[in-house]
């Protein structure tokens, strides 16, 4: 019996398209043996034909005519990696609804055009994978979808931007401020120029969005969810969190409850409790917490971006597709009815969400002024848990640190926002959450 | 079209034949839906049909005669939890080679027996899961033979025995002797009434060998495996550990060297760098790092046992069973292949491990008596690289700690046994490794 011949198409040949050419190249014949099949290459997509890259492929595979490319009869799986949400969705639904396997690390694109992605994927017979989109080489979703399958799970916790928890790191282990980690980050290659999409939480945004479907079935409206980035983090925030035994990250976290019905997506800079596993992955890291109803709580680390680290979740998806392809498969067998069960699921509201706060403030010091902050607190029905610290970094200023015990996102907003109206609040309080499982 | 039904029988209702059970009544509309079929739970065999269990179930799905069941003709997916290595064998080779898919959790079974049982699997189509097997509810076993399955690993390390490290946490964090925290475990239900399958590593051996196999295609002959339990260690070893930047862990490692062709699996106490994720693994988790050329390194740490951790990764297990049956399937086609690349690999011999190490001996203390033990060193070509303490407990004595410079095994071995046969060395050394990536 010959071995049947896979059609590989690739689109976009930037950081992670030349990571998955070159582990593709190295693993070829290993992978051939494997799976019992022949990889074709057919081609690369790129925009410009002349751009240097480091890795080496023949000339005559480059090609800027991705729709030739795609209906080219003998590709049978397509990788998209160009990003962006315009081009690549036209490109992924053309594949899909030629009856073509894609593969994607898209987030953006899954984020804003999911249900017709998946939909165009569902019509096809099922033939979407999407592991690089989330935590880089960490194989989440895999374990979403099919490890931890038998689970429901309450809630869904991680750190998933690997820009921000660098600079997050370096500002809590070696005391830079958030605009000398940036240029660090930057000076790596960890950020882009343009790092907004990272630091100011979009990003997370979007990875928090596809883990939320994939758990419930529903895709967070973006104006439901909570979504602030760490370019207001202080020092002063990352040493409270250590002296009191914090670590501060920014998190992407899922809640589900199951009794109420409702879900709720948010990311943010939290203060972790030290010895949560989560507090331990640092640098690019990223660290993603699934707690379901039978397993407990499982954690899955590890290199959150990156060529390579992208690469290998591609090439993983690669294999289970090529799998799929061969001997039948298995491939979002489960997302038709995740939809359909996601359908009576609501998103909570702000009185629903609750957790513990800190806050800091500059006050102007004078007689009176923390009976007049301590009553905003006590008006919204918010307890002050610990007030942590009152210094007086300038004269005639004073900076108020405290904690609350658990109060709603309605209620806190309500404490924010007239803080944010007293004469005697300098700026505007920094307010951030304190994560408790 | 009618939906398939899916025979399923249960042999064992231990602590986690009763979970999965439980878990099974609960889910089943929900799998039903999901996978659009009907589970039919042909009977589950015991050994006892009177014994009092947490789970009910109607009386007549319990049988004593475990062959009629795995031979009733509408059982298609077999899930064994009985245990052992006779009984458990011969019902495994049965129902596989009756052309049943096979679930176990069993890893004394596949360590002991594993090629015949992958053998017999083969034969059939391959149908054998085990997730089970090592690392509770954590998805491993998918996650290094699908999600990471474009990766060569050249470092596999974890705590894989909860057990194991839920006295070493007690021992640590609360002060306890060893003999102490191993009753206590044993009054949570976390170690049985024979606790040396876990304390003395034994457990661990069974899992390390496990994940060597499904990475490298090689079972590890026990005899070229470093196996170490945690009787030993005392609160001294916990506390220089603590004092010098170490979590004290009881750690499976396998290595390999691809350019050398060799691997090494051991199983020990070891010093873990407190900033390594794994030191964060505590209580009756379970933690593993694999480390592979593509993706880095990536952990994935849980709840390692008991019987809703295991029932999950048993579900899970179903699941791909349960599509591999009714679609096509995927499970373990990478088997055959990697057993054959197996082939060529050898067993590292014990010039070839190489680690830093820590000592603790009880000394004679007389004149001259450090000289004599440094010479021991010297001659071994094991360079110390750090004399910790020199303390005199009692008069007379003296407790010397130190800790050398990388070593290979066969060094320190005759180091060890050196100084065991020193006249000044009044008890065995205690010798223990420090874990370097």
Partial sequence: MSKPTIGIALLGL????????????????DLETRLGVRLDMRGVAVRNLRRTRSVRLPKQKLTTDSVALIDDPKVDIVIELIGGTTVARKLVLRALRAGKTVITANKALLCDHGPEILAAAQASGGKLLFEGSVGGGIPIIKSLREGLVANR???????????????????????????TALKEARTHGYAEADASLDVDGIDAWHKASILAFLAHGKWAPRARTLVEGIRNVRSADIDFARKFGYT???????????????????????????????????????????????????????????????????????????????????????????????????????????SPFYLRMTLRDTHGVLAGIYRIFAQHKVSIARVVQYEHPDKGTGTLTLSTYPASERNIAKVVAELSRAKTVLEEPMLLRIFAT
């Avoid at 019905?261 to 939290?270: H, I, L, N, R, T």
Wanted: proline share 1%; aromatic share 4%; net charge negative.
């Fill in 14 to 29: 930037g950081t992670v398209g030349q990571g998955v050419w070159k582990h593709l190249a190295d693993k070829r014949s």
């Fill in 248 to 354: 501060l990250k920014h998190l992407a976290v899922v809640r589900r409850d199951f009794k109420a019905g409702w879900m709720s997506v948010g990311v943010y800079p939290a203060l972790v409790p030290s010895d949560n596993i989560l507090a331990k992955v640092s640098g690019v890291n990223n660290g993603i917490t699934l707690r379901g109803d039978v397993v407990g709580s499982t954690t899955l680390a590890g290199r959150g971006a990156g060529g390579d680290a992208t690469a290998s979740a591609v090439l993983g998806d690669l294999v289970d597709a090529i799998l799929a392809r061969t001997r039948g498969g298995i491939v979002d067998a489960d997302l038709h009815a995740l939809t359909r069960a996601g359908k009576s699921l609501r998103m909570a509201d702000e009185d629903e969400i609750v």
């Fill in 153 to 179: 799970f309450d809630l869904i916790v991680g750190i998933v931007n690997g820009t921000s928890n660098y600079i997050l790191t370096r500002m809590g282990e070696d005391g830079l401020d958030f605009e």
